[in-house]
């Protein structure tokens, strides 16, 4: 406790050294730090940003936190590259942490993934254990506000996972007292989750604290069931930094909490059964001095190189080319609903780590649009299951999923249901690798039906790859027929990081006319097709080509088959490449071909403005410019907000062969 106070001080001592904001522990050291003694090498803990004595207690030295607080390169967690007290640990000797972001409550969702993962991982014995495993997920009371924490915790009651989710409650959110923010604290909050046990302790306490905390991890460590344990704290410091106590407390606010220092009580129990009042002096001094050394050994540290800036924005993938046979001799054709099933299959088959969950993807129906059908029936409820209607948890949990060494696949019904999700696809997903300095990709598939086809309507014909592009640090595929979704589905399974794959439903059966082509010769269970490596579907003439008569048509999704029939018009004067990833994007090929033709279009289903398509429309454009004979075009949807369902209406919002047909008739005779 003198040490985390020692650290504090120093800080606030040197506040144009510690420019970078912080939080630190004050307040909270009794409970952080008999949390942290019971936890063992086998243990995972996710700690909040104000929990520095945490990881002191579980074998941190103050000159590593110090290195994460001035931004060093040699930081362990990030690299200089996030908040003090934002670690992230594969370390062997000590209980393990996945990447820790500073948006208040987001952890509990992750956290609960590796809950979810150990218990998966014992079931099916894919891992001994000295110790039987407990998660602790470390929050502050106000963001149990969150209403992901609500689906952790339902998630984590329903499912009874050996997780214990630790509140903080110092009454303050910044700013926010108690009152403003809630109507009771966390305990009598989680009341009503059956299946959740609870308890309070006095986190001001050491004594108290270090016996309940004993007991909790006993429970969940023996019982294998899910615990939250409040503990009342104070707020002695400054919430952050930047926003320093005196800016909202006043001095009857900041003399109540300071008459509970844990510090002080610990020091007086002390005292109360005769320790030496020097010795304890003496420990103070010590954690002083040690605190100093570390503080100017941090200092001088090396900062990052510059160049490093750009590493670890992906983890690398194996796959990286075109292997296997993708048309098997004698081989039948099949759907693409079919290739992505019969994938999933064989690589379950063979990796007891791969699960499938989501909406509706059990047994009883094997989803909404058949597209997990027999999967549930033949691995069971333990593999392939539903979830509640949790689209931030079913997106969350794979990052707990796959620090544990899982590979989960899973399904959001719709694309236009995905924004639930986006929050942890930003702010945890994307940057786990790159802000845990390459510890913690995020290896998993997200399955999304997207797409706009026979009156599907407002809410269920949406196009989301713009929003998820413009999200750095995840990859985007987006198959048009069934042997590249076969082959691209597998070669996300082994790529470290995560993948989003848009299945337009409309080529899901082929029933959309012009869509024919979308079933193929389904390729062997060896075949893979990395990621970031588009396709010449259509050939222009190579005589029209030199003649200069030619046009370059970028496309992806039903586009592809928009882009098919209005060829069929133009004598082999156009061309057509299906990109069937939009991160990483083949931008080589396409400023190849738009080189030798001198105009393109790019078409998307998407509402055009602000769109991906614009965007690399832009690019080409800047890459192509002294080799084009014509502006880039670009062809989408009408910018109206929703997809109507009428079809009529339908119809006049989306491209379609007709619309481009138009634009490839403008385009050549200019």
């Known amino acids: 406790m003198m040490l985390a106070k020692a650290m504090a001080d120093i800080y606030e001592e040197n506040r144009n050294v510690c420019k970078y904001v912080h939080s630190t522990s004050r307040g909270h050291e009794a409970i952080q730090l008999a949390t942290a003694y019971q936890l063992k090498k086998e243990d995972w803990v996710s700690p909040y940003y104000r929990d520095e004595s945490l990881l002191l207690g579980i074998g941190f030295e103050p000159y590593q936190l110090m290195l994460q ?59 001994e ?61 989680v009341s009503g989750f059956d299946g959740l046990s609870r308890m309070r302790v006095d986190g001001t306490d050491f004594i108290e604290s270090f016996e309940v905390m004993k007991k909790a991890v006993d429970f969940v460590r023996t019982e294998r069931k899910p615990l939250v344990v409040c503990a009342k704290t104070v707020l002695i410091g ?103 099933i019969h994938a999933i299959q064989e690589l379950m088959w063979k990796h007891p780590e791969a699960l499938l969950y989501g909406q509706d993807v059990g047994e009883r129906i094997g989803g909404v649009f058949r597209e997990t059908v027999t999967l549930g029936k033949k691995f069971g409820n333990k593999r392939v299951f539903n979830t509640a209607i949790q689209e931030a948890y079913i997106i969350g949990s794979t990052i707990g999923m796959s620090a544990v060494g899982l590979k989960p696949i899973v399904e959001v019904q719709f694309a236009d249901y995905i924004y639930p999700g986006i929050n942890q696809l930003i702010t945890e997903i994307s940057k786990s690798n790159y802000l845990s300095n390459g510890k913690f990709p995020v290896s998993n598939i997200i399955r999304v039906p997207i797409g706009a086809y026979g009156g599907g309507g407002p809410y269920h014909s949406g196009s989301v790859e713009s929003i998820l592009a413009n999200i750095k640090g995840i990859k985007i595929a987006y198959p048009s027929n069934a042997a590249d979704f076969k082959g691209l589905l597998k070669a996300a399974y082994y790529d470290p990081n995560p993948v989003i794959m848009l299945e337009h439903k409309g080529l899901y059966w082929s029933k959309v006319p012009g869509t024919e082509d979308a079933k193929t010769i389904e390729p062997a269970e060896d075949y893979m097709l990395p990621l970031g490596k588009g396709n010449v579907v259509i050939e ?95 062809m989408g949807a009408l910018d109206v907000p929703a997809v109507p369902i009428n079809l009529v209406l339908e119809k006049e919002m989306l491209p379609n062969a007709e619309k481009l047909t138009k634009k490839i008739e403008e385009m050549l005779t200019q």
Not at 138 to 143: A, F, I, R
Not at 158 to 166: A, D, E, G, S, V
Not at 173 to 189: L, M, N, P, Q, W
């Open 540 to 634: 222009a003439n190579q005589n029209e080509i030199k003649k200069g008569r030619t046009l370059l048509v970028v496309t992806y999704g039903m586009g592809v088959y928009w882009a098919k029939e209005a060829v069929k018009n133009f004598n082999e004067r156009v061309e057509v490449i299906d990109l069937r990833t939009l991160i990483p994007l083949d931008e080589e090929l396409v400023f190849e071909r738009v080189k030798v033709h001198g105009k393109c279009i790019v078409l998307t289903e998407e509402q055009l403005n602000n769109s991906f398509a614009e965007a690399f429309a832009h690019r080409i454009s800047r890459n192509c410019f002294t080799y084009l004979d014509a502006p880039i075009e670009t």
């Open 238 to 340: 400054h919430h952050t930094s930047g926003v320093r106590r005196e800016f909202y407390r006043d001095e009857e606010d900041l003399a109540k909490h300071r008459a509970k220092d844990p510090g002080e009580i610990l020091r007086k129990q002390l005292l109360d059964t005769g320790i030496d009042e020097e010795l304890l002096k003496q420990i103070t001094k010590k954690s002083r001095l040690e605190a100093e050394e570390a503080f100017e050994k941090a200092k001088n540290a090396e900062d990052p190189i510059p160049e490093t800036v750009m590493q670890h924005i992906f983890a690398p993938t194996p796959i990286t080319e075109e292997v296997g046979i993708r048309e098997p001799e004698n081989g039948e054709k099949i759907v693409m609903v079919d290739a992505a």
């Open 69 to 127: 607080l001035l931004a060093k390169a040699d930081d362990p967690f990030s690299g200089g590259r996030s908040y003090y007290s934002h670690p992230s640990s594969k370390d062997e000797k000590m209980p393990k942490i996945i990447h820790q972001s500073s948006a208040t409550g987001m952890q509990a969702i992750p956290t609960t993934g590796v809950a979810q993962g150990i218990k998966y991982i014992q079931e099916f014995k894919l891992k």
């Open 129 to 189: 254990f000295e110790n039987a495993p407990v998660v602790v997920c470390s929050l502050g009371d106000n963001s149990v506000t969150e209403g992901e924490v609500s689906e952790a915790l339902q998630f984590a009651a329903l499912h009874q996972l050996p997780i214990i989710f630790l509140v903080q409650d110092n009454e303050w959110g910044i700013s926010v007292t108690k009152e403003e923010a809630r109507t009771c604290d966390a305990y009598d909050f």
